[in-house]
């Protein structure tokens, strides 16, 4: 590389002895070059005879070289070339072969940007080859006229191939034969938007199908076995316009490295070198050859006593360093070590750990190497080296379709001490010291802008502030506007000091760029200026309703307040639609990042929906808290460069807007408490779409989820459903959730302390019998706590015209503690006066009584008999052996000899037991016992029967709500 750069200065120097015509730029009508003149001489020396049009890039139809030699006339065959692509026209014709007037594209060769084209007989082969500008390039095409098939070379390679169909005719010779521009008519008709602007050498023609090693060889620059039958050496021409003949060097021309160096004659600090060197595409230079250290050198001395400031030898910075490891030299970023090191000025390195920044000097030192302490104190010029040419983008709102400016640029040659930029069709931008401005300049047409720089920034990379000199895409001279120049490519975003970042990293809450502008205007919709705010979107399809898809995301429950028939809510609604009206930029998929702005959102639709069973007025609103995002559904296309920075454009009829908002109300709900506790309420929230009728648009139910703890204090969350309701005049949907109630609290605090109490009321049944006051007081006592807990669950009851399951099993409890009430009553009574013998009541009893005596003397002989008497008393029967008779011993004659010898009046023995169970219940007078033992028998029965359908019902309805959930 470094070779050629120094071979080109020496080609550049003698420039004037290697002309082989005016080299001025200024028109050569008519002169007539014969290249055998030249072609031996040049070649003896290593040097080729090269054609030059339109080296100044502007465009022009009346540049353009007219071959003199007879064309041949050919029919397989193939034809070579050498280029440098200077610029780019929107046709760019390198040459063309015309026989008449109705034949003039029989042979064409275009090097567009869009690809490389070639025509036969008016059929292209058409490709998306790309030609590189300022790159030396060999091209080869060739036919085969036997299968119509071509083929096209690029640097030996085959890039493309295809066939023709039959032409039947071969390519006609003695043709006129132009390069440089297209013939609309043999001859003439030429366009300058049709010429070429570039370099072209080795144009040769061969009548033969040539091999890929042919090829191949001569794209090495090795010369061809195969003898052309229109060789460049022996051709002449006829040169009119912008055209001139230089010779070039082998070497220049074959030279494939892309690698290149440029100065940038401002002093900068060494973090602001290497900054700016990213800005520009490359990196801070390290050269890696003798001859490029002398090219970085040779390019810049002339600046070096500016770019030292005067205060020493060291004037440019150089990108490695020391840091790491004493004199093991690094590149900057890559921590790479470097492969090459030049000449040190002294014995080497020599300032130890304290000087650890390469920079390069002049003076005395020549183009040497020294080390240097990384001080912000110390400002030098910057190199930059680039692997591949940077291409700068050039954007902004004097960027329209029919802008006279270029879009793309690429670094061009020194201009007033300053790179220039080359746009790649007919835009320059140079410094023009005399009025210390950046000019931007047509060469197609006359219109330009300049900007001025401002302290800090010596470079227009970046996002500054143009003025225009001319008109330009609607906008009058001398408006300002922001256009931005970057190297930024596809996928990526310009920060407002020209850093590229990826456009992914655009608004996302992070800053990114240095300068913080990536998160600065960061509006996502696109609002058209004819918007009307008041108009919903069109439908998706013709005569079709607008789709609002709605999703309920249910958070909490508050309260549910069965008293008062409410219940409360916390729930965030989300309305989604699709506006074909607005596109969006910039979209993530992560949708949070996607919020338009509170101005945005005040300046587009958004549909209205009535919550129409809430208590109060409620309507969805965009106050504080409310969200309008955009959802990245569809595919985005990259914005036009009209647009200042960078953006992914996303189309409204493909990605959908979604309204969010959190809600906390209070709804109605008709409780159904038949079966409380055990019960489960369907409680429902309607929506309506209240923006248009049903015909103009529709809610379309998406979601019905709820987030939130599913164990409330009384309740616990079921199933949630979302419906549409049918033959609406306004689309409506209702969401209904599921409360199914926790039973557990009732059956601890309810129904086990009835059932406690229904016992204690039932054990009086198995008290002292003749302890009437006892037995009532505690069934009297257990009766009146049941009815406290009876009113005290009914008053924290909704009144209800109908029984609920709570209240059959407490009006059940108090039934029977009752009746437990009532037969202790009439156990104890029934024996009164009331009750004689002959009354039909006495003989009721006294049945039920026969159905439970207890008789029999089941013992053997030696074995003692218990009776009960009607008096309760205990009668013991002995029998010895071998009598007859038993003389019964009461339990009064015991108590009677007790009493004597323990001088106490005598009194009853309480019976309980086995010898109770035993006993005669005949004798005793003051208990009823027979309807006592009936009473202990049947309130059990009862009891168990009523429980199996109570609670088989109970569980029967919960299984059925569980299976529900």
Not at 370 to 394: G, K
Not at 705 to 731: A, C, K, Q
Not at 756 to 773: E, H, Q
Not at 901 to 920: D, K, M, S, T, V
Request: a negative charge; proline letters at 5%; one cysteine or more.
């Amino acid at each position: 590389m470094g070779v050629f750069f120094l071979l080109l200065a020496a080609v550049v120097a003698s420039r004037s002895d290697l002309i082989l015509a005016d080299t001025s730029g200024e028109a050569n009508l008519g002169v007539v070059v014969n290249m055998a003149d030249e072609a031996g001489t040049a070649e003896s020396e290593g040097r080729r005879v090269v054609l030059v049009l339109q080296e100044s890039g502007r465009p022009s139809a009346d540049s353009y070289a007219r071959l003199l030699t007879p064309f041949p006339t050919l029919r397989t065959f193939t034809v070579c070339y050498r280029i440098r692509l200077l610029r780019f026209r929107e046709e760019s014709t390198m040459m063309s072969y015309a026989v008449s007037d109705d034949k003039d594209n029989e042979l064409r060769m275009d090097h567009r940007m869009t690809g490389y084209q070639v025509t036969l007989h008016s059929t292209w082969a058409q490709t998306s080859l790309e030609t590189p500008l300022l790159v030396w390039t060999h091209f080869c095409f060739q036919y085969q006229e036997r299968s119509g098939e071509w083929e096209i070379y690029m640097n030996g390679e085959r890039q493309a191939h295809g066939s023709f169909p039959p032409f039947g005719e071969p390519l006609i010779g003695n043709g006129t034969y132009i390069i440089g521009q297209e013939q609309d008519s043999m001859g003439g008709g030429f366009q300058r938007d049709q010429s070429y602007s570039g370099e072209i050498t080795q144009l040769s023609f061969w009548d033969s199908y040539l091999s890929r090693d042919a090829i191949g060889g001569m794209a090495a620059c090795l010369e061809s076995t195969e003898r052309p039958v229109l060789g460049w050496s022996s051709q002449k021409w006829e040169m009119h316009g912008e055209v001139h003949f230089e010779l070039r060097n082998v070497e220049d021309l074959c030279f494939t490295s892309s690698r290149s160096f440029k100065v940038f004659p401002r002093r900068y600090t060494l973090n602001h070198a290497i900054h700016f060197c990213q800005v520009v595409g490359g990196i801070l230079t390290v050269p890696r050859t003798a001859e490029e250290n002398a090219l970085v050198y040779e390019s810049s001395r002339d600046k070096a006593e500016y770019c030292s400031g005067k205060v020493g030898a060291s004037y440019l910075w150089l990108g490695a360093n020391d840091l790491g490891q004493e004199r093991t030299w690094k590149y900057w970023g890559s921590g790479a070590p470097i492969t090459w090191e030049n000449t040190w000025r002294g014995t080497g390195p020599n300032g130890g750990t304290a000087e650890n920044c390469l920079v390069m000097l002049h003076g005395a030192y020549p183009g040497y190497w020294s080390d240097i302490a990384c001080l912000d104190s110390y400002a030098f010029c910057v190199p930059c080296e680039f692997e591949a040419p940077p291409v700068f983008h050039l954007k902004g709102p004097a960027m329209c379709e029919e802008s006279p400016f270029n879009i793309q640029y690429l670094m061009g040659e020194v201009k007033d001490g300053h790179p220039s930029l080359r746009g790649f069709f007919h835009t320059d931008i140079y410094w023009n010291s005399t009025r210390g401005v950046w000019v931007m300049e047509s060469l197609k047409v006359k219109a330009s802008a300049v900007w001025e720089p401002r302290r800090g920034v010596h470079y227009p990379f970046g996002t500054n502030p143009w003025q225009m000199m001319s008109e330009v895409c609607g906008l009058q001279a001398g408006s300002i506007i922001n256009l931005t120049l970057s190297e930024c490519g596809k996928g990526m975003f310009t920060c407002e000091d020209g850093t590229c970042i990826s456009l992914q990293q655009r608004c996302d809450l992070r800053v990114d760029c240095l300068d913080q502008s990536d998160e600065h205007y960061c509006s996502l919709v696109d609002v058209p200026s004819n918007y009307q705010i008041n108009i919903p979107p069109s439908p998706a399809t013709m005569n079709g309703s607008l789709d609002i898809d709605f999703t309920v995301n249910v958070i909490s429950f508050p309260s549910v307040a069965t008293q008062d028939l409410t219940f409360v809510t916390t729930f965030q609604l989300l309305l989604g639609w699709r506006d074909p009206r607005l596109n969006y930029f910039n979209l993530k998929t992560d949708p949070t990042l996607n919020m338009l702005s509170e101005e945005s959102m005040k300046k587009i639709w958004t549909p209205l929906v009535f919550f129409r069973n809430a208590h109060g007025n409620v309507f969805t609103n965009l106050n504080q808290g409310s969200r309008v995002e955009c959802l990245q559904e569809g595919s985005s296309v990259e914005g036009g460069p009209e647009f200042t920075k960078e953006v992914n454009i996303f189309s409204g009829s493909e990605n959908s807007l979604v309204m969010s908002q959190v809600y906390s109300v209070t709804y109605s709900c008709d409780f159904d408490l038949l079966m409380f506790p055990f019960d489960a309420q369907v409680c429902s929230m309607f929506f309506m779409l209240t923006s248009a009728s049903a015909n103009y648009m529709k809610l379309v139910p998406v979601l019905a989820n709820y987030t939130g703890r599913t164990s409330l204090i009384e309740y616990s969350i079921g199933h949630l459903s979302v419906r549409s309701l049918p033959n609406e005049e306004f689309s409506s949907l209702v969401v209904e959730v599921r409360f199914v109630r926790r039973y557990g609290f009732y059956l601890l605090t309810l129904y086990i302390p009835t059932t406690l109490l229904m016992l204690i009321a039932y054990a009086t049944l198995f008290f002292n019998p003749d302890d009437f006051n006892s037995r009532i007081v505690v069934a009297l006592t257990s009766l009146l706590v049941l009815s406290s807990l009876f009113t005290q669950t009914s008053n924290s009851l909704p009144k209800t015209s109908y029984f609920k399951l709570v209240d059959v099993w407490l009006f059940f409890s108090i039934v029977m503690i009752f009746n437990v009430v009532m037969l202790q009553t009439l156990v104890d009574f029934s024996q009164q006066p009331i009750f004689a013998k002959k009354g039909w009541l006495s003989r009721a009893f006294k049945k039920i009584g026969q159905c439970f005596q207890v008789t029999g003397n089941t013992a053997d002989e030696s074995t003692p008999v218990k009776s009960l008497g009607a008096s309760g008393n205990l009668t013991i029967h002995i029998k010895p052996v071998g009598e007859a008779e038993i003389k019964p011993i009461t339990d009064q004659e015991v108590w009677s000899e007790n009493a004597k010898n323990w001088h106490e009046e005598p009194r009853r023995l309480p019976i309980y037991g086995r010898a109770f169970r035993q006993a005669n219940w005949s004798e005793n007078k003051d208990v009823n016992m027979s309807l006592m033992v009936f009473s202990r028998i049947i309130l059990p029965i009862i009891f168990f029967i009523f429980n199996a359908g109570y609670w088989g019902a109970a569980i029967i309805y919960v299984n059925a709500i569980d299976k529900d959930k």
